[in-house]
């Protein structure tokens, strides 16, 4: 069984652009939440994502915006980049909203210059 | 307050020898569950074990065992006979309202940096 993919792995983006990341969830999860990963504040949930629909979101400004398709798999973009949204972006999947087993990807690596 | 408070940033211990790896937790909700995950330097989060509010026994996984104690608040992981694949970063997590339905995501701790030696 295939797991979590994550694409890209590695982004290198200017400030002001936008940016999109992508997450499969492992085959028959359907459930998909968002968490960043940085250096000074550690990892911080972003959103979560049930079919189709967001139930959960963390603390974090506008800019920060997901979705997920019919297929469980799941985009989240960050518009207008600051230096600030450097960081580890993981995606996990779990089999329903409820399932404590969250399984993580690689993670997409975003450096914004 | 932090949620997830683990006090030690970093840790070493020689291979072979038990590491008890400390968290205490901050929640008014009666459910919820704990989990401990592994980071390796590749970065990705691997799932160790879980523990939930009402569960009367402590979890165990292979070597890894986790230490409840719910009147104090602390949800320790315990790895016994450590090997030097065991180096990397763990963190330990909540996760509130857990059996209701509505469950928040993960509530991370800072982490701690182990390192196994030979």
């Known amino acids: 069984k295939a797991g979590v993919t994550q694409t890209p792995r590695y982004l290198i983006k200017t400030r002001g652009q936008q940016v999109t990341l992508s997450c499969s969830p492992i085959?028959?999860?359907?459930?998909v939440s968002w968490y960043q990963q940085t250096p000074g504040q550690g990892l911080q949930f972003l959103f979560e994502?049930?079919?189709?629909?967001?139930?959960n979101k963390g603390n974090f400004p506008g800019r920060f915006s997901g979705r997920q398709f019919s297929n469980s798999r799941s985009e989240m973009n960050v518009s207008t980049l600051e230096l600030g949204d450097s960081a580890l972006y993981l995606c996990?999947?779990?089999?329903?909203?409820?399932?404590?087993?969250?399984?993580f990807g690689p993670g997409t690596r975003l450096t914004v210059t | 307050a932090q949620k997830i408070t683990q006090t030690q940033p970093g840790m070493f211990v020689q291979e072979k020898e038990a590491v008890t790896l400390d968290c205490t937790y901050d929640?008014?909700?009666?459910?919820?569950?704990l989990f401990w995950y592994k980071q390796p330097s590749s970065g990705e989060m691997i799932f160790l074990i879980y523990?939930?509010?009402?569960?009367?026994q402590n979890a165990t996984e292979g070597r890894y065992s986790l230490n409840f104690q719910k009147a104090r608040k602390s949800a320790n992981l315990v790895i016994s006979a450590s090997q030097l694949g065991d180096s990397a970063m763990y963190f330990c997590?909540?996760?509130?309202?857990?059996?209701?339905?509505?469950?928040?995501?993960?509530?991370f701790g800072k982490g701690t940096h182990l390192i196994i030696q030979p």
């Open positions: 996990a999947s779990s089999r329903d909203g409820d399932s404590y087993e969250q399984y």
């Open positions: 085959s028959g999860h359907r459930s």
């Open positions: 994502y049930f079919s189709e629909t967001q139930r």
């Open positions: 929640t008014s909700d009666p459910s919820y569950g």
């Open positions: 523990q939930g509010s009402y569960d009367q």
């Open positions: 997590a909540m996760r509130e309202d857990y059996s209701g339905g509505g469950a928040d995501g993960l509530t």
